[in-house]
């Protein structure tokens, strides 16, 4: 379709439907958004805490569903954090130790929540580690593996990395996915315990995505919700410096390293 093509939109997604549940689970849903993106280190059992002591009378057990809904789990050192999916490939976590000192050393994707005024979307990004830039991402209206293959593909158009970190979930562990990763000469990093020190950048893009887009706005519909997605992303990659990388932005750090990297392509040949 040719509004998926202009928007770089999977088809599904525009297709979006409302999901199952009715208004007061959204509402609740919103709510254990904005509180695990202040703090993500919350599990089931204080998330409920903190609900029923804003008004909300929700159990343990219901909030626990809809997390799982929405794909969050607390963060904090733990074992078995992510659940691979049955007869699902393992592979090493490699960055333990590691200095991420270049671009394309490193790449990471996840996951995350993004709410809409009367339903939600999944979103998945891939960044490189050490510029913070987003290499590609993707939209859905469900948790099945194609917009992580499509992200995926379309961020392997900048380069190649030399690891590429995932979680162990359905959606990175699967044969569609790997089958991507395998094809190259990529070494695939899976994390294990400790993952809210090895997934931290790309915890700190969902959280400045939120509250600086999301949150202020009311999306309706998901052509709304991905250009204005679309439109921070541009604005995070291109003109939002960070100081880690010396008040340069994303974009500045990884394409003067990708212009280097043609560069010494074209002389080697």
């Not at 917009?147 to 979930?169: K, M, S, W, Y």
């Not at 070494?187 to 809210?196: F, I, T, Y």
């Not at 939002?240 to 043609?262: C, I, M």
Request: some cysteine; hydrophobic content about 35%; proline content about 3%.
């Amino acid at each position: 379709m040719r509004q998926c093509e202009l928007l770089g939109l999977v088809r599904s997604s525009l297709y979006y439907r409302p999901r199952g549940e009715d208004e007061e689970n959204l509402q609740v849903m919103r709510l254990i958004d904005g509180l695990y993106t202040a703090r993500p280190f919350l599990g089931s059992r204080r998330m409920s805490w903190y609900l029923r002591r804003q008004g909300n009378e929700v159990n343990r057990k219901r909030v626990q569903r809809l997390m799982r809904l929405m794909g969050l789990e607390a963060i904090y050192p733990k074992r078995n954090l992510s659940r691979a999916g049955k007869g699902a490939k393992h592979y090493p976590y490699l960055l333990r130790g590691l200095e991420v000192n270049r671009p394309d050393q490193v790449w990471a994707a996840d996951i995350t929540y993004i709410r809409l005024l009367h339903g939600y979307l999944y979103l998945v990004a891939v960044v490189d580690w050490y510029s913070r830039y987003v290499l590609a991402w993707e939209t859905s209206n469900t948790l099945d593996a194609d917009f992580c293959v499509v992200a995926l593909q379309r961020a392997l158009e900048h380069g190649r990395p030399e690891i590429f970190n995932t979680d162990q979930g359905v959606q990175f562990s699967c044969r569609e996915f790997l089958q991507v990763l395998e094809g190259q000469p990529i070494r695939v990093s899976m994390d294990g315990r400790g993952r809210a020190l090895d997934n931290v950048f790309v915890e700190r893009l969902w959280r400045s995505l939120k509250y600086e887009e999301v949150y202020l706005r009311e999306y309706e519909h998901v052509i709304e919700a991905v250009e204005g997605i679309g439109g921070w992303f541009g604005f995070y990659n291109h003109d939002r410096p960070h100081q880690g990388l010396g008040d340069r932005t994303p974009a500045e750090v990884y394409l003067s390293h990708a212009a280097k990297r043609r560069t010494l392509q074209a002389v080697s040949r």
